[in-house]
């Protein structure tokens, strides 16, 4: 007999984790893989912090520490601890009790408890994210059964922002409309608005009444400072108005696997935030119960810890300043060989990601000839590179912009 799920047909690679499987199976020894979202030293392997060892080591060492499960919105004091590091020390939304933070799995169980509360709570089901933006947004929003329309971010002639035609989707969004914001290192394009035009676009979504909805992944990976990464965030909650924050330690924390993230919804008043938080939990229990423990309880330790804290960032800047190093490297290896075309973008962009303007076709080849692999709309991984891969994948571009389609 045939089983019940015969006509279950076999479902695609997923176009970012698909990448890996690929590089996985290739024999060469020069293969290369800039898909992946994930940290790389200069010897291309993965990083665990010191102070995560350090943090981790005392954990351990705690012998009355227990397996115990969390409440539903999970460690307290992480969700304070994390609320103050994307707001501020000094933020009055913290000390007026007006966030309401739950502990996720991640910055994607963040997107997706936030979308399931808006789903449930808000009158307005659409949400705005901009174009392109990280391929799993759009399912994680559609899957929690809002509508996800797009708004215009990246001009492919100057590889930079199209700040007019984000104004003026945004501009046209209907009131109320719900708006998709990463708050710093832009995935996949690298692109982020300066400071000037960030004001710009929080007064045309006050005036109009959207409601933003930030995705924090990269905060102190991008500039290297935690403030700086967070500034955007911050002049949203400084005008008094409601927010909601997705926040994730997998990048700056390098906690990638420990799925350790917040969601935090800033409120006009205290007696809001606490009906909030109370239906965070309802959302939240048939979904998970509860978080793990052993991850949060890390990033805790690190940041309540005023020595601990400052060897994370020192930690952090290191990894950020290689990122940018390795831009400038690939930058300076494509102008050595004058290959075709403005690659000034590569430094001008920033975080993980660079989107080089490569096309499908481009990208195809440089697997075939060269065996680098990335995503089919040339998004790179800087983090994936290292001064000894540069040349390999400087020659890789010049010969696919001269030879290939």
């Keep these: 007999m045939d089983s019940v799920f015969a006509a279950i047909v076999q479902a695609p690679e ?79 939304a913290i000390q007026e009790n007006r966030v309401a933070t739950a502990q996720c799995l991640s910055g994607t169980g963040s997107l997706r408890v936030g979308a399931e509360f808006l789903a449930k709570h808000y009158h307005e089901r659409t949400i705005y994210i901009p174009q392109p933006s990280w391929g799993n947004h759009l399912k994680v929003f559609t899957m929690a059964g809002l509508s996800v329309k797009t708004y215009s971010y990246y001009d492919p002639t100057t590889r930079g922002l199209n700040f007019q035609g984000l104004l003026e989707d945004l501009g046209a969004a209907p009131a109320g409309a719900i ?55 911050r002049m949203f909650v400084a005008d008094g108005g409601e927010c909601f924050i997705a926040q994730s330690y997998a990048k700056n924390m390098g906690l990638y ?25 309802l959302v939240i229990r048939p979904m998970y119960s509860n978080p793990p ?3 949060a309880s890390i990033a805790s330790t690190i940041l309540k810890n005023s020595d601990m804290y400052n060897e994370w960032k020192i930690e952090l800047k290191a990894m950020a ?30 975080g993980m990601f660079t989107f080089t303007g490569l096309n499908s076709d481009q990208v195809a080849f ?15 991984s800087m983090a994936g590179l290292s001064s000894s891969t540069v040349p390999h994948l400087a020659d890789a571009i010049h010969a696919a912009v001269t030879s290939a389609s």
């Design 293 to 295: 423990i052993h991850g």
């Design 179 to 233: 708006v998709l914001l990463h708050a710093c290192a832009h995935n996949p394009t690298g692109v982020d608005p300066t400071v000037e035009q960030w004001e710009q676009i929080r007064q045309l979504i006050r005036s109009k009444g959207l409601l933003p909805f930030f995705d924090s992944a990269y905060q102190g990976f991008a500039s290297g400072s935690l403030d700086a990464d967070a500034q955007p965030v």
């Design 321 to 350: 300043d290689r990122i940018i190093s390795m831009r400038k490297q690939l930058f300076d290896a494509l102008t050595a060989k004058g290959t075709p075309g403005d690659w000034s973008h590569i430094v001008k962009q920033i």
């Design 366 to 380: 440089m697997t075939k000839e060269y065996h680098i692999y990335m995503t089919s709309d040339g998004r790179i």
């Design 14 to 92: 997923d176009p970012i984790l698909g990448v890996t499987v690929a590089y996985n199976k290739d024999q060469s020894p020069v293969k290369l893989n800039l898909g992946v979202g994930a940290y790389r030293t200069e010897e291309g392997k993965p990083l665990v912090l010191n102070v995560v060892r350090k943090a981790e080591q005392l954990l351990v060492n705690d012998q009355s520490r227990v397996k115990e499960y969390l409440p539903i919105l999970g460690l307290a004091e992480f969700n304070k601890l994390s609320a103050k590091l994307i707001l501020g020390d000094d933020s009055p």
């Design 257 to 281: 696997g420990e799925r350790v993230g917040a969601l935090s919804i800033v409120c006009k008043a205290a007696d809001v935030a606490g009906r909030v938080e109370s239906q965070l939990k």
